[in-house]
């Protein structure tokens, strides 16, 4: 394959990729105010994430993608920084892109929320927390079951 003297090659393409990718996400608000308000709710939900990758029953998921949302809204930069992040900006492409999450991921969901529910349920010493643990966990895994796979291989018949 020639090139022509004048055209670049683009060496870069998945990379321009995603940041097209990321840019047809954002939408600014308008307001300087319900910036801040926005900046300020997905710190808040970063740190929660953050909290939840090492605290039993917090969930870390739900608090990145609502991070991402208010990162939207608000700053270009900071969304931009938490899709480029290698753990969680696959996972939230995915979620944008396809409402749906890596079956890695589910895997992981699965093992963790059954390691930190055990513990915690062997950890409570009353009968109505083990309940009320069992309860959420149960809770929290039919949710995750619900959550649409989406396979990207490609079978041939």
């Keep these: 394959m020639q090139t022509l003297p004048n055209e670049k090659i683009n060496h870069n393409f998945p990379q ?3 940041e097209a990718q990321a840019a047809d996400l954002l939408c ?3 307001s300087p105010l319900v910036r801040v308000l926005y900046i300020s709710a997905g710190f808040a939900a970063l740190l929660m994430g953050i909290l939840g990758a090492v605290l039993p029953v917090l969930p870390t998921t739900p608090f990145v993608l609502l991070a991402a949302y208010c990162f939207a809204r608000s700053s270009a930069r900071f969304h931009s920084k ?7 900006g696959p996972i939230i492409r995915e ?3 396809y409402r749906s999450i890596p079956r ?12 930190s529910f055990c513990s915690s ?3 409570v010493p ?3 927390q083990k309940a009320m643990l069992a309860a959420i966990g149960i809770t929290l895994a039919v949710f995750i079951w619900r ?7 490609v079978t041939s018949i």
């Design 16 to 18: 321009q990729k995603q």
């Design 104 to 115: 890695r991921a589910k895997h992981w969901a699965y093992l963790l929320m059954a390691l």
């Design 82 to 88: 938490l899709l480029a992040n290698r753990i969680a």
């Design 28 to 30: 600014i608000h308008d």
């Design 95 to 97: 979620w944008c892109q």
């Design 121 to 123: 349920i062997l950890l």
């Design 126 to 128: 009353a009968v109505w």
């Design 147 to 153: 959550v649409p796979v989406r396979d990207t291989k």
